[in-house]
C-alpha cells in the first residue's frame, strides 16, 4: 500500500510538472501568433477524455494544435507517452541508453566517435581493453580535442569539451574527478552544417520505430548551436523540420522559445531547399542499428556527418526521449501503431 501511495504521488507530480511546461510553451507560442481557437481546445479535450483516457493529457495537444494551426487525430501528448509507451514498450531496457560505457555493445565503431569508456575507476578503449592511468594521456594525444559525457546526461548537462595539448591543463585527476561516462573524438562536421554555426557540432535528431515487427525512422529534425555556444546545447539550440524523404530542411525553424525563423539568428542563413548530405546514410545507419536492440520500441538518435561525409552517431536514447518537437510541426508521427490503445490494454 505504502509504494502505491508513493507511486500515486510522483505519478500526480509527474502530470502537474508537463502541465506547467505544456502551459508555458503555449503562452510562448500565442504571444507570437495569437490565441488557440477555442474549436481546437474542445477538440483536444474531446480526444484527450474519449481516445486517451483522461483530460489530463490535453495540454500538450493544445501546444501542437498552437504549431500546426489544425487538430490532427494520433497526436501522442509527451504525458501519455511517459505515462504508458514508454514504461510498456521499452521498460527498463530502454534506459541502457543512459550508461555511455556501453555503446560499444550497440554502436559498431564505424559509426561512433567513442574513444575511452572511464567506469567505475577503470578506463577502456572502444573495444574495452584496458587502459592504464599513465596511459591515458598518450592514449588521447591522436586527436588533441575531446568531449567527455557523463552518464545519465541529459539536454546538454554533463558536457565538458578538453584537449590533451601540452598547452592545457589536462589531468587524469581531472578526467576522472568527472565521473562514469565517455570520452569521444571532437568532430569535425561537414561543411553543411559549418554554413549555419561553426562553434559547435550540429547534430540530426532521428526517431526509429521497431513496433509491428518493422523497423523505421518516423520523425527528423535538425539541430544547430548558436554562435557563443561551444556545443548544442536545449536551452539556446535552433530546430529544423528535416523531410524524411529527402533530407531537405523545411523552410521554418524554430527557436527554444518555439519562435517561427526563417533563418539561422546568427550567420542569417536561410534553412529553405537546403540538403543534408548523405542523409539516406543516416536513415541506413540507425534503422541498422535500431535491429540490435529491437525490444527497445522507440529510440532518439543524435548523429552528424563529418568532414569525410561519414556518419557519426553520437548518442542514443531509449528511454523518455523527445517527442513534442516532432508531433507538432511532423505529427502524429506514431499515426496506426495503435499507442492510444495501451491505456485500455494494461
Known sequence: ???????????????????????????????????????????????A???????GYAPWLYVYCAIAGKFREGWIP????????????????????????LNSFFISTQFSPDKLYYINDCSYDSKYNPVSSSEITNFLREDNKY?????????????????????????????????????????????FFENFSTNSTATIRLTTSSLNREIKTIASYLRVGRTEDRYIKSASHI???????????????????W???????DTQVAFANKKIPNYYDCIQSVQRLHAIVPF??????????????????????????DIKFSEATQGPIFKNMGLQNLWKMR
Open 1 to 47: 500500500m505504502l509504494k502505491k501511495l508513493i507511486h500515486l504521488n510522483s505519478l500526480r507530480r509527474y502530470h502537474k510538472y508537463q502541465k506547467i511546461a505544456a502551459t508555458r510553451v503555449l503562452r510562448r507560442i500565442e504571444s507570437s501568433k495569437g490565441k488557440i481557437n477555442s474549436s481546437l481546445i474542445k477538440q483536444s479535450n474531446d480526444y
Open 49 to 55: 477524455q474519449e481516445i486517451l483516457g483522461w483530460k
Open 78 to 101: 509527451d504525458n501519455y507517452y511517459g505515462k504508458w509507451v514508454v514504461p510498456y514498450i521499452k521498460g527498463k531496457y530502454g534506459e541502457i541508453s543512459n550508461l555511455r560505457g
Open 147 to 191: 568531449i567527455f559525457k557523463q552518464d545519465n546526461s541529459q539536454q546538454g548537462g554533463g558536457i565538458t569539451i578538453f584537449s590533451t595539448n601540452k598547452a592545457t591543463n589536462f589531468s587524469i585527476e581531472k578526467l576522472k574527478h568527472l565521473g562514469n561516462g565517455v570520452v569521444q573524438t571532437y568532430i569535425r562536421q561537414h561543411p
Open 239 to 257: 530546430r529544423i523540420p528535416v523531410d524524411l524523404q529527402n533530407g531537405i530542411l523545411y523552410e521554418k525553424g524554430y527557436t527554444t522559445e
Open 259 to 265: 519562435s517561427e525563423i526563417y533563418a539561422h539568428p
Open 296 to 321: 527497445v520500441g522507440i529510440i532518439g538518435w543524435d548523429l552528424t556527418i563529418d568532414e569525410e561525409g561519414n556518419v557519426k552517431v553520437m548518442e542514443w536514447n531509449g528511454a523518455h526521449n
